[in-house]
């Protein structure tokens, strides 16, 4: 596969936006509370392959203030993630779940690289990942 412009949104479409991503260049999931109980499946992109269209200034956070949802709908079509010493600079963490044009063999082709936070051991992959 190759670089393709995606568009997203999320449930009740108040939030949406596109962006430039490589799906076979891999996704990740998480085994973390977080990530485990929203169903999280993400593609990461640098910002400048982000647009957000609209709705990104009516998303609210969560009280644990580890994401952004939109408040018509309670999904979480994106987040921003900012630079940290543990990452390679700003990027845009994506819900796959949220692309409208991402047909179903191209997210059944895309590698998934699953990580442990749940044990904050990031950079592991958990040793059970088929419930994620
Ligand atoms: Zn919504």
Redo the contacts with the bound molecule.
């Keep these: 596969m190759s670089v393709k412009t995606y568009h997203g949104s ?6 949406r936006f596109e962006a430039e991503i490589d799906l076979s260049e891999g996704t990740g999931k998480c085994n973390c509370t977080s990530c485990r109980k929203r169903r999280w499946w993400s593609a990461s992109v640098k910002p400048e392959a982000f647009r957000a269209l609209q709705g990104e200034e009516t998303m609210v956070p969560n009280r644990m203030g580890t994401a952004m949802f ?1 408040p ?2 309670g ?1 979480t079509p994106f987040g921003r993630v900012a630079k940290a010493e543990w990452n390679d600079g700003e990027s845009v963490s994506i819900n796959v779940a949220c692309l409208d044009d991402a047909p179903p063999d191209e997210l059944i082709a895309a590698p998934v690289t699953y990580y442990d936070g749940l044990n904050d051991n990031w950079w592991a992959v958990p040793s059970e990942t088929r419930h994620l």
């Design positions: 999320c449930q009740c479409g108040a939030v939109c018509g709908c999904v």
